[in-house]
């Protein structure tokens, strides 16, 4: 059981290049989730999906968008990257909604320069 | 969405037990609570959860004041293992829309 998947593990980008974490989980949960983590500080919640063909906006959308195509798959995709987007990224799932269990994935750490 | 309040950091000595405080005096009636931890250069992981009264499982156990403004996340016995980060984060139970807020969290230091 592989739970929530993301990748690529590292990725440098160089500013106004385009690109797309990929996050995947096979525990048909519907409610999943982006997050980014700066140095030393909490999570900030970027977007969140409650099931296939669903998308909001969480704390920090501004520069990032997603899709919701599948239900076992929420890609996160950056258009111009900026050195302000350099961060870890999380993804999450939960089963049944923000209330049960979130499973993360191990994260993706970007720099972009 | 509901606030919590957490200390920045504290410290425990390996094999005692911990008591982590969060403040949530603007919490709802449906409002649940739940603790998640990051261990360093980790995702996130589930500790706990509840809503009213006070729950246990094998990683912790759930102190909810009776008033609900705050709760205390219970570590029997410290192990050099359980040095990470606690989150404490309040969700509506009713609206599946909630958002999941993380706030800066407790780093719990464990002195050998």
């Known amino acids: ?113 | 969405d509901a606030k919590t309040t957490q200390p920045n950091s504290m410290e425990s000595n390996e094999e005692e037990p911990v008591h982590l405080p969060c403040n949530h005096s603007t919490i709802s009636g449906t409002d649940y609570i739940h603790w998640y931890r990051q261990l360093p250069s980790q995702g996130p992981e589930y500790v706990i959860h509840g809503l009213t009264s006070n729950v246990n499982n094998r990683m912790a156990s759930l102190a909810i004041a009776e008033d609900r403004k705050s709760s205390t996340l219970i570590l029997h016995r410290a192990t050099l293992r359980d040095a990470a980060v606690y989150y404490c984060i309040l969700s509506h139970f009713l609206n599946r829309d909630d958002k999941i807020i993380f706030g800066k969290g407790t780093r719990l230091h464990i002195l050998p």
């Open chain 1, 1 to 113: 059981n592989a739970g929530v998947t993301q990748t690529p593990k590292f990725q440098v980008l160089k500013t106004g290049q385009s690109m797309t974490l990929q996050c995947a989980q096979d525990m048909n949960h519907e409610y999943m989730s982006w997050y980014r983590q700066d140095p030393g500080m909490g999570l900030r919640l970027i977007h969140y999906s409650v099931g296939a063909g669903i998308t909001d906006q969480g704390e920090v959308p501004n520069g990032y968008n997603v899709s919701r195509s599948t239900t076992e798959d929420f890609p996160l995709r950056l258009l111009s990257a900026a050195p302000s987007q350099t961060s870890v990224y999380f993804c999450a799932s939960n089963p049944a909604g923000p209330n049960t269990e979130a499973f993360f994935g191990q994260g993706t750490r970007l720099t972009v320069v």
